[in-house]
């Protein structure tokens, strides 16, 4: 019960509630952000508090090792235990590593047959099923096409699974709609559930929410990523 209290008290609920309550499963959310800012630090700072309430995340990257991914995991989740005031750490953190899998694979040879393939191996070998997919380097939006967007969100929510993915905003030269949204990921609109933008100010990043399911206007709340943990956190 406390720990759950605790939970409930992290800034990743308030961000739910903005987004109407989560993400759900079979949806998708895509991440923005200029090249360095912190998509992934704020991707595996949602995957370490599904961990943290025991569900299950499959971590893919084409863009990392599998050690480099790991010792990610293991520092947003050492913040995390701290800023949250967690007793029984190393157990967490135990308990964190046996339900998540992380999966590297070359950005140019993936495919939804592998993710399809990876999923059904862990299920068959241990009976893992994800409820969180996060794609990190992939889809590439520049070059993909709208059957394989929607060949992932069909896999996830026949797995229950929402999934979660990030593409790059550049400084010049891309075109964008009037929500700051490059056209890239825009023309896939009516597959994307949720979209953020982080946005880097001075001492912070900025967390702003473009799309809300079907929300015409997304609610805006104070909520921004600590530079340092790469958490959440609200002003």
């Known amino acids: 019960m406390v720990e759950k209290s605790m939970m409930e008290r992290s800034p990743v609920r308030i961000f739910e509630r903005a987004i109407g309550g989560g993400l759900g499963e079979g949806k998708m959310g895509v991440v923005l952000s200029r090249r360095g800012v912190g ?10 508090d599904q961990l943290l309430q025991g569900r299950k995340v499959l971590y893919i990257s084409t863009k990392e090792s599998v050690e480099h991914i790991n010792n990610f995991f293991d520092q947003i989740f050492q913040a995390m235990a701290a800023s949250l005031d967690l007793d029984q750490v190393p157990q967490k953190q135990l308990r964190m590593e046996r339900n998540r899998y992380i999966h590297v694979y070359n950005r140019d040879s993936f495919s939804l047959e592998k993710l399809e393939q990876s999923v059904a ?22 070059s993909t096409e709208e059957w394989e967007i929607q060949g992932m969100k069909k ?59 079907g929300s015409t206007e997304p609610a805006q709340v104070q909520i921004e990523l600590d530079p340092k943990t790469l958490l959440l956190r609200w002003r």
Do not use: C, Y
């Open 39 to 48: 998509k992934t630090g704020f991707l595996i700072g949602l995957a370490v």
């Open 155 to 213: 896999m996830a929510a026949e797995w229950g699974a929402e999934i979660w993915t990030s593409s790059n905003i550049h400084r010049q030269g891309q075109e964008s709609d009037a929500r700051g949204v490059p056209n890239t990921v825009a023309r896939f609109d009516d597959e994307i559930g949720v979209i953020i933008n982080l946005e880097p100010e001075s001492d912070h990043v900025k967390v702003k929410i473009l799309k809300e399911h």
């Open 121 to 142: 191996f862990l299920k068959e070998a241990s009976g893992f099923v994800p409820d969180m997919v996060i794609l990190d380097g992939t889809p590439r939006f520049e």
